[in-house]
């Protein structure tokens, strides 16, 4: 399992929300290349960054420093926020980012989705953040009514291969990620399932490996230091 460090922008700043809320924001670095340094510098195998702002607005607004990140850092990152049509997609991906992830456009335009599934499957990632276990959109502002895990078991018959899967409650903030719900994915769904949300201690990342996810991203833990990125590299290659 990969320990991904996450590098939430907002601003043009290294941020991070509490559960998904643009009014709990906290600065963890004015320069978020220096925050993605410092994670590869430790060792990280793949850094994941959010543009916050594009996925709340629908359009990319920070794709700049997204593509300085990628090129300053020597691991794989991958991307999500503000990606709603073939044409950024594309332009993402051929920006040097290694994977492009889709939340909002995969649920309001599946045409899109089957175009980017044509185009690049093994560079795309489904971005699914589910609030109680329903879907929720355009940056965790919008909720509805579709039932998170039926809407993955939809996107593996449309030959998604990847899911990254956000907790929404427990994103952002102290306690632990959801367990269950990952075990579940991973008995359930023939896809690659990437967690997110809930990471508090070195712990956790044990529990998550045995869930079977092929990746666990880290934000706020790592940079208030409850987990030490070496340590949580050294733990998860050992399980």
């Known amino acids: 399992m990969q320990v991904i460090p996450a590098v939430d922008i907002r601003g043009g700043r290294c941020v991070r929300l509490a559960q998904g809320d643009y009014a709990r924001e906290t600065v963890f670095e004015?320069?978020?290349?220096?925050?993605?340094?410092?994670?590869?510098?430790?060792?990280?195998?793949?850094?994941?960054?959010?543009?916050?702002?594009?996925?709340?607005?629908?359009r990319q607004a920070n794709a700049a420093i997204v593509q300085a990140i990628a090129r300053a850092v020597n691991c794989p990152v991958q991307t999500g926020g503000g990606v709603r049509n073939l044409e950024t997609f594309e332009a993402t991906v051929a920006g040097g980012l290694d994977r492009v992830a889709v939340g909002t456009a995969a649920v309001k335009d599946p045409a899109f989705l089957r175009a980017a599934v044509a185009a690049a499957p093994d560079r795309l990632i489904v971005s699914v953040d589910a609030r109680d276990g329903r879907v929720s959109l355009e940056g965790w502002t919008e909720g509805t009514d579709l039932d998170a895990l039926a809407f993955i078991e939809e996107l593996a018959e449309l030959g998604v291969r990847r899911i990254v899967y956000t907790d929404i409650s427990r994103d952002g903030v102290a306690g632990s990620p959801n367990f269950e719900m990952y075990e579940r994915l991973t008995s359930k769904v023939p896809l690659a399932v990437v967690a997110a949300g809930g990471v508090s201690r070195v712990d956790d990342l044990r529990r998550l490996a045995a869930c079977g996810v092929e990746g666990a991203i880290v934000g706020r833990a790592l940079y208030t230091g409850d987990v030490d990125l070496r340590e949580a590299l050294e733990v998860v290659a050992a399980c």
């Open 30 to 58: 004015e320069d978020p290349v220096i925050a993605a340094q410092r994670w590869a510098d430790l060792g990280a195998e793949r850094i994941h960054v959010v543009d916050l702002d594009g996925a709340r607005d629908g």
